[in-house]
């Protein structure tokens, strides 16, 4: 179908909604006035494995404000896992508080609700727990490597045959890398305003995907789902840790239906190292094989991580391994760990952001081993076709993005030999790393609503997809205006909501593509029907004011739907980028620091540069964290964190990372949707630190292994 005048995609307008984020009207979880509303505080475990022996209850429930105090034995029974250690997902259940069996440190044992969350909070610390404690809690992830399992078939991938690979090999290196527990802390905290009423759940909620919410909160209480509804309509920040119910959510919603009020839970800055997921360590083992002529003949990488005793998560950093270069035999293994810490869960670009790092510095090391630029290497070993689906990428612009950056960045000004580019006391490196980051995109419904007054038209569009500080607001906005030929500020954009049409909500770098599609959708239709009904011919140009003025009507309303094409499954689809890194590195004391990075991207159209440039800078940030100070420590006898506030959990800050330079190659990937867009939001942070290890060792030869990098582990 023809559509009329575009006015809005691909422009650099300011956030649609920006005004209400700054003054303070957008509406965030904890911050609706919900009408006789009282405060939850949850209460942690001490210990790391164990049962609780005796509680005592009556110091809190003394105090005057006290409402409630919800333990495991007067707690609501809720649906529970029905095998051991399932795997989570988006709309896992989340059981909480029905026994007395204690998995991990900081785990929740009880809920105080009171009329403050002052009173909350300190009712909370007066409730007392006698604990049995077993001697034996798996905290030390060393001594746990022999109890390593495989979790299930999916977890390893092969393709010819690896030994032989490396035995055919002129080159080999056999390496081992780590990177630590890290934890997402979006800036707003997990929170919840919960009401229960006649059977019936509302859910102010800061989660990235309503749809699934309302499906996990339904499962765990056993009610109908259509009876369960959650608004999310800002969310602060997300980074994966939103997309699944945490256990504070249910107890939420529990406390309101045990004491009939609505209940707000906000779940501290502490708590969010404890309770609201975490990306876990990694053991990576690296191994790679080539010709002198670069050729690769051989790449494995086995992984090693932890899971949570009680259910299981695989974070898939072979990932991009199999499907990045050219390479005939190709392997890759997760095993897991059961451990007394928390569950881990999907963090920005889980498996690539770590995965990458590991690939990417193993792919540096081969080039200097090889004496070839490394640039030169990667291209050299480059593919358009995904070998590990054995199908053709829908667009690979990967060569194009590492022949742009290095133009721009300056690399012919690289020195091949290390600690010979210096400035005084600093040794100065150049570091290259390629991303490459899926790009689903999923079933998406929306409605738009057409109001005429004057021959003016305001559209509103309806879809519960969730802007989790990511501009869907924005981008969904300009899609309608250039949909149905009117001014984006005739648009309004209504989201975050389980009443309007459903989404796959926000996650896995999907969002833009299925949320506009599906926008766009939901307008062509409305402009198709109201010509149909006048018999009009599809190609011709009528402005929706017309349109609507020839059918004699002042609203009309369609639905859409958008949803991957049989091409888009015959391809793989990914964003692909390059990223550049000058580290300058101080010789006798090892401080170092980003100097500047230029990140290329090639990852579809790009629907508005300001909201793009904003997701690659982020995920560049949280990319040199990673490389900069990002630790989460584990204490080695009781399994509490070491880290536990921002204190001591340390990300970049500006002084960190100054000088960005991000630059979209003009790309429209029609294989991946009508709009031709694909992900952004996870290919940012993907190989960042692989670039920067890489410009370490450019400038001190020192090989880093083992994030994050650390002044001492330069000298
Ligand atoms: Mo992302 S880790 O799917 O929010």
Not at 200 to 219: C, L, P, R, W
Not at 242 to 258: C, D, P, Q, T, Y
Not at 262 to 291: C, D, H, S, Y
Request: charged share 25%; with cysteine; proline share 4%.
């Amino acid at each position: 179908m023809k559509t009329l005048k575009a006015s809005g995609v691909g422009k650099a307008i300011d956030r649609v909604e920006g005004h209400l984020k700054v003054t303070g009207m957008a509406k965030y979880a904890s911050e609706f006035p919900i009408e006789n509303k009282v405060y939850a505080q949850a209460i942690n475990s001490t210990i790391a494995k164990g049962e609780i022996t005796s509680i005592d209850t009556s110091e809190a429930e003394k105090l005057k404000g006290v409402l409630k105090v919800i333990t495991y034995k007067n707690a609501e029974k809720l649906k529970t896992f029905d095998k051991e250690r399932p795997a989570i997902a988006t709309d896992t259940i989340a059981p909480v508080l029905q026994d007395n069996k204690i998995h991990y440190y900081g785990e929740y044992v009880g809920l105080v609700v009171a009329e403050t969350f002052e009173i909350a909070q300190h009712a909370a610390r007066l409730v007392k727990y006698t604990y049995k404690k077993f001697s034996d809690p798996a905290i030390r992830f060393d001594e746990l490597k022999s109890k390593a399992y495989k979790p299930n078939d999916k977890s390893d991938y092969s393709r010819g045959d690896v030994d032989k690979g490396l035995a055919e090999a002129d080159i080999s290196i056999d390496s081992v890398y780590t990177t630590p527990i890290e934890h997402h802390h979006p800036m707003e905290l997990h929170a919840i305003i919960a009401s229960w009423e006649n059977g019936k759940v509302t859910a102010y909620a800061s989660q990235q995907m309503v749809e699934d919410a309302t499906i996990a909160i339904s499962d765990t209480f056993q009610i109908p789902q259509e009876n369960v509804r959650v608004i999310a309509s800002y969310v602060g920040g997300g980074f994966g840790s939103k997309l699944n119910v945490e256990r504070h959510a249910i107890l939420g919603v529990m406390a309101s239906k045990m004491i009939g009020s609505p209940v707000q839970i906000t779940v501290t800055r502490n708590q969010m190292f404890t309770n609201t997921g975490l990306r876990q360590f990694n053991e990576q083992r690296m191994k790679i094989g080539a010709k002198n002529d670069g050729t690769l003949t051989a790449l494995a990488h086995e992984t090693i991580s932890h899971t949570s005793t009680n259910m299981e998560f695989q974070e898939q950093c072979g990932m991009v391994t199999k499907m990045l270069y050219k390479v005939p035999n190709n392997k890759v293994t997760h095993r897991l760990i059961p451990m007394n810490l928390q569950t881990p869960f999907a963090m920005r670009a889980p498996g690539e952001a770590t995965g990458s790092f590991a690939l990417e510095s193993v792919i540096d090391e081969m080039a200097w081993k090889l004496k070839m630029d490394p640039i030169e290497f990667r291209i050299k070993n480059d593919t358009q076709t995904d070998l590990s689906k054995d199908q053709p990428f829908s667009s690979r612009l990967l060569v194009e993005c590492l022949r742009i950056g290095a133009e721009k960045f300056g690399w012919e000004n690289r020195k091949q030999e290390p600690r010979t580019n210096t400035n005084g006391n600093w040794l100065i490196g150049y570091g290259v790393s390629a991303a490459s980051r899926n790009s689903p995109y999923q079933k998406t419904h929306s409605k738009v609503i057409l109001d005429a007054e004057n021959g003016k038209v305001q559209a509103t569009i309806q879809m519960d997809a969730t802007d989790i500080g990511t501009g869907s607001y924005t981008i969904i906005a300009q899609t309608a205006s250039e949909y149905l030929g009117i001014p984006v500020e005739n648009i309004n954009v209504e989201l975050g909501d389980s009443d309007f049409p459903v989404t796959p909500g926000s996650g896995g770098s999907w969002g833009a593509a299925s949320y506009c599609n599906g926008a766009r959708a939901a307008c062509e239709i409305a402009v198709s029907e109201l010509k149909k009904k006048q018999n009009i011919a599809e190609e011709e140009e009528v402005s929706i004011a017309e349109l609507l003025k020839k059918n004699n009507l002042t609203n009309y309303e369609a639905k859409g739907m958008a949803e991957p094409s049989e091409e888009f499954k015959k391809h793989s689809v990914f964003s692909f980028g390059a990223n550049f890194s000058e580290v300058w590195v101080d010789k006798d004391t090892g401080m170092w620091k980003i100097k500047r990075m230029v990140n290329v991207g090639s990852a579809g159209r790009i629907l508005n540069p300001k909201t793009a440039y904003g997701q690659i800078i982020g995920g560049l940030t949280m990319g040199a964290g990673m490389a900069i100070a990002e630790q989460t420590r584990v204490e080695p006898n009781f399994g509490n964190f070491i880290t536990r506030s921002f204190a001591d959990y340390h990300v970049p800050v500006n002084l960190d990372l100054a000088n960005i330079d991000v630059i979209f190659l003009p790309e429209e990937d029609k294989i991946a949707n009508k709009m031709g867009i694909k992900g952004i939001g996870e290919l940012g942070i993907t190989s960042v630190a692989g670039s920067i290890a890489n410009a370490i060792f450019n400038a001190t030869g020192k090989r880093m292994r083992d994030l994050p990098i650390t002044p001492e582990k330069l000298i």
